[in-house]
């Protein structure tokens, strides 16, 4: 059974950094990318990051460039999301992803159960 377990929410002022932690297990197919997603409340899910298991290439949102980096290590297979300069805006639940496949619209079947992170102003 695959599970994705975050975590590093919380709650930080603006300007600050939080750094969030994906560690993944049970997994039955060939990993092609780890992803991060995020909700707001009232929002649809979005695309934040993902990075290719293998070549270790990032595509990030428009938002996030710049200020947020997402990594991985193989050998635990865990992905990591360092988030700099927060902004009010970054608040959301921060989901974890394992993917199949490379690209848009980055689909994924799994999940793990999400981290709160809250930005204060």
């Known amino acids: 059974q695959v599970q994705l377990v975050e975590s590093g929410g919380g709650l930080a002022q603006a300007g600050a950094s939080l750094r969030l932690s994906c560690a993944a297990s049970?997994?039955?197919?060939?990993?092609?990318?780890m992803a991060w997603f995020r909700q707001a409340r009232g929002k649809e899910r979005e695309f934040v990051a993902a990075i290719h298991w293998d070549s270790g290439v990032t595509v990030y949102t428009d938002s996030v460039k710049g200020r947020f980096t997402i990594s991985r290590d193989n050998a635990r297979i865990a992905v990591y999301l360092q988030m700099n300069t927060l902004k009010s805006e970054d608040t959301a639940v921060y989901y974890c992803?394992?993917?199949?496949?490379?690209?848009?619209?980055?689909?994924?079947?799994?999940w793990g159960q999400g981290t709160q992170v809250t930005v204060s102003s």
């Open positions: 049970g997994l039955t197919f060939r990993l092609v990318a």
């Open positions: 992803a394992a993917l199949r496949a490379w690209g848009e619209p980055w689909p994924s079947r799994y």
